[in-house]
């Protein structure tokens, strides 16, 4: 079965500064990779997905995350941190077509 | 555009009593989910639907029920409410398949069960 493994369940980081955000999958064929960020009480949304058109994928407010097959990580970044990136975010993998398995998450705090 | 509605926002049962979540979508989406979730667990999938009258098991189906009567709706029924249920529910629905689109989400219902 297809997993994702989330490293770190709180990350904080100064306004500003670096976003790294770690996600590993285990799968056996090509995976589908997705990134999906949660608002304060608010249901989820997508910020990227990765489906083997390239390996640095592109996302919504600034965020981007590399595919990297030879360590099996599809990590999320962003250069400059702002107060407004403050959320929990969750890698997820496509095993069939109508599902996802979500990671545990990772809460980023960011501070002044 | 309401997009995804779920009720109610927040629910307490007592143990052994039975509810019913809401879910409707008014985007027309053939694929709808269920999903729980749990500090530090993530997102589990109860149940879904790839249609109108077509359900199947998630990860976690124990304790729960769903149907899907309209493309609109897909309510999750609780039988008989177990402390273990207490979480918090969100619905899902998405035009196309999860890899082909993206999963909208309601805002959630949280529920407690003492």
């Known amino acids: 079965a297809q997993s994702v493994t989330q490293l770190g369940s709180h990350v904080s980081v100064s306004e500003g500064a670096l976003v790294l955000l770690r996600c590993n999958y285990s799968?056996?064929?090509?995976?589908?990779l997705f990134w999906y960020v949660q608002y304060p009480n608010q249901g989820l949304q997508l910020l990227l997905k990765?489906?083997?058109?390239?390996?640095l994928v592109k996302g919504i407010n600034g965020f981007e995350a590399e595919f990297k097959k030879s360590e099996t990580s599809f990590h999320l970044t962003k250069p400059s941190a702002h107060m407004s990136d403050a959320a929990e975010y969750f890698c997820a993998v496509s095993e069939t077509a109508s599902k996802l398995t979500f990671g545990t998450g990772t809460r980023l705090q960011v501070t002044l | 555009n309401a997009g995804v509605t779920q009720t109610p926002k927040f629910r307490i049962l007592k143990i052994g009593q039975s509810m019913t979540l809401q879910c409707t979508q008014d985007m027309n989406h053939n694929y709808m989910y269920w999903y729980r979730q749990d500090p530090g667990m993530g997102l589990k999938l109860i149940y879904y639907s790839v249609g109108a009258g077509i359900t199947d098991k998630g990860e976690v189906p124990n304790g729960y029920n769903v149907s899907r009567s309209t493309t609109e709706d897909f309510p999750l029924r609780l039988e008989l409410a177990a402390p273990s249920q207490t979480s918090v529910y969100f619905c899902?629905?998405?035009?196309?398949?999860?890899?082909?689109?993206?999963?909208?989400f309601g805002n959630g219902t949280r529920l407690t069960v003492t």
């Open positions: 799968s056996s064929v090509p995976p589908y």
């Open positions: 899902a629905s998405s035009p196309q398949t999860v890899r082909n689109s993206p999963l909208h």
């Open positions: 990765y489906t083997s058109a390239a390996t």
